[in-house]
């Protein structure tokens, strides 16, 4: 998670992890420090799989569109950031680099009725084809046969959204 996503009521990063309780951690962003993100995901025994977009890809051959049998024991690691932030700690993280990345084909997407267009209206100026955290990571399940918890994921988010669109409710 970048550090600027931490004090942000739009984001959707941390309500992933109220949703998936342990199977998901937060790990903060430190350019300068990256050792402590890597650490921390060593501890889960096996290299992760970066779920990044292909077109910011450093090395197109370590990116795949489809899920790749061999990484069923894998962790997800999803950037929580802004696209220009993204882009940027990827670019600054040769670990990131060097992971393999699984880029979801957006063509499936309108095949998913609840994923037909994004509808993430928190932040404004974002690229239109862009998506929250927590609808990435419901594409992604939707993707590897958890649709019922990713239609709840989606549920949560659209409560989300519309009580952080409520002028009535103060932060």
């Avoid at 069923?72 to 220009?84: E, G, K, V």
């Avoid at 990131?96 to 994004?118: H, N, T, Y």
């Avoid at 509808?119 to 609808?135: A, F, M, V």
């Avoid at 939707?142 to 949560?156: I, K, N, P, R, V």
Wanted: charged fraction near 20%.
């Amino acid at each position: 998670m970048h550090p600027n996503e931490a004090n942000k009521r739009s984001n959707s990063g941390f309500h992933v992890k109220r949703l998936l309780g342990e199977n998901a951690s937060v790990i903060p962003w430190q350019r300068t420090q990256q050792q402590n993100m890597e650490a921390s995901c060593a501890s889960l025994g096996k290299p992760p799989v970066l779920l990044f977009p292909e077109n910011f890809v450093s090395d197109e051959a370590a990116c795949y569109e489809e899920y790749q049998a061999s990484w069923q024991s894998r962790p997800l690691l999803i950037i929580d950031a802004t696209w220009q932030q993204a882009r940027k700690m990827y670019r600054q993280s040769e670990w990131l680099q060097s992971l393999d990345v699984w880029s979801l084909p957006m063509a499936k997407r309108d095949e998913i009725s609840r994923l037909s267009g994004f509808d993430y209206q928190l932040r404004k100026n974002q690229q239109s084809t862009g998506c929250s955290t927590i609808e990435t990571v419901a594409f992604a399940m939707h993707l590897l046969g958890e649709s019922e918890t990713a239609d709840q994921m989606l549920d949560y988010f659209d409560l989300f959204q519309k009580d952080s669109n409520d002028p009535s409710q103060t932060s």
